[in-house]
């Protein structure tokens, strides 16, 4: 099943499901009634014979996969960097760990 047979709208709602939004938090992101986003969730299911959110999210996340990888690696990316300015692994640095031991024997 190709996307081109879901509407604009139904495309951004499928991509909002799959990322693992309510009908509701749908509804508010995109400024539309809950009643509105479970229709056009009807129509989804309908045109990809979908069962379930987990079926749509499926079948969006492999019809785009190249967007979600690269949006894993930029997480990852923002992860790590967020990590390395972190005040933990200056906390846990060999160097404080060295003066952290220095104290404790001048303590004892």
Known sequence: MS?????K??????KLISLGKSEKE?????????ATVSTHNKNIRKKLGARCAVDVARWYILNNL??????SLL???????IA????????????????AARVRS???
Request: charged content about 25%; hydrophobic content about 40%.
């Open 84 to 99: 390395f300015d972190s005040d933990i692994l200056r906390r846990y640095s060999p160097r404080s760990v060295k003066v």
């Open 106 to 108: 001048i303590k004892n």
């Open 3 to 7: 996307q081109n047979n879901l509407s």
């Open 9 to 14: 709208r139904e495309s951004e709602i499928c």
């Open 66 to 71: 190249q967007k979600f990888v690269v949006a």
């Open 75 to 81: 997480l990852c990316v923002q992860s790590l960097s």
């Open 26 to 34: 749908v509804a508010d992101i995109l400024f539309i009634s809950t």
